[in-house]
Each structure stands twice: as structure tokens, then as C-alpha cells.
Nanobody
Framework: VQLEESGGELVQPGGSLRLSCVDS????????IGWFRQSPGKERESVAYIGGSTTLYSDSVKGRFTISRDNNKNTVYLQMNSLKPEATAVYYC?????????????????WGKGTPVTVSS
């Protein structure tokens, strides 16, 4: 498994971005995938999860972010709408997600290097 994120950039508040997570090492469809983010000075936090037909979101992004996957492209996406400055962070994808308790995800063995998102005017 070799995960690589892309799509992060500078965007104005209220704007949208779509992040991508590609596995160049094998079929991503084999894994439940999570998106995480880490803001400066803060701990890394979970953002969204996709496993089979199940998707989960942290309360802070629910209704504004959408996680999806295209198995033909071996890619998991994170569509982020109505972005707020507090969404500024490095975003990571990770796999596999084997358990979830609240907003805490477990089991991640593989991480990408992250893609930076800056929400600022």
C-alpha cells in the first residue's frame, strides 16, 4: 500500500476543494479508508471514513464534506465545501480502518504524506 494525497491548496473562506487519495501499491477497494487532518499546534483528528457503503464524518465537517471512492481509479476523494479558516491543516488519508469508537479511528498501518489546505482570504 502506498497512499498519496493531492488537491490541497489555498482557498478562500466559503470555497471548495476536492482532495484525492490514490493507492499506487494495490487495490484501494480492499480497505476502509479514513481522512484525517492536523492543524498547526493541534493533534491530528479524524475527518471522514468510508468502508463498504458506510460513510462517517466528524461533527465539525458533517453536511459540508463528502467522502467517496472510485474503485476504477483506485482513488478515495474528500469533497470539501463551505470551507472555514479552521479547516486549515495538512490532510492525510490512511488505511486500513479496522474499528471506530466515537471520532477515534483504529488500525491504520499506512499513511500518505499529506496535502496542505489553507483557507484564508
Amino acid at each position: 500500500v502506498q497512499l498519496e494525497e493531492s488537491g490541497g491548496e489555498l482557498v478562500q473562506p466559503g470555497g471548495s476543494l476536492r482532495l484525492s487519495c490514490v493507492d499506487s501499491g494495490g487495490p484501494l477497494s480492499n480497505y476502509a479508508i479514513g481522512w484525517f487532518r492536523q492543524s498547526p499546534g493541534k493533534e491530528r483528528e479524524s475527518v471522514a471514513y468510508i468502508g463498504g457503503s458506510t460513510t462517517l464524518y466528524s461533527d465539525s465537517v458533517k453536511g459540508r464534506f463528502t467522502i467517496s471512492r472510485d474503485n476504477n481509479k483506485n482513488t478515495v476523494y474528500l469533497q470539501m465545501n463551505s470551507l472555514k479558516p479552521e479547516a486549515t491543516a495538512v490532510y492525510y488519508c490512511a488505511a486500513p480502518i479496522t474499528a471506530i469508537i466515537g471520532d477515534t479511528y483504529f488500525g491504520m498501518k499506512y499513511w500518505g504524506k499529506g496535502t496542505p489546505v489553507t483557507v484564508s482570504s
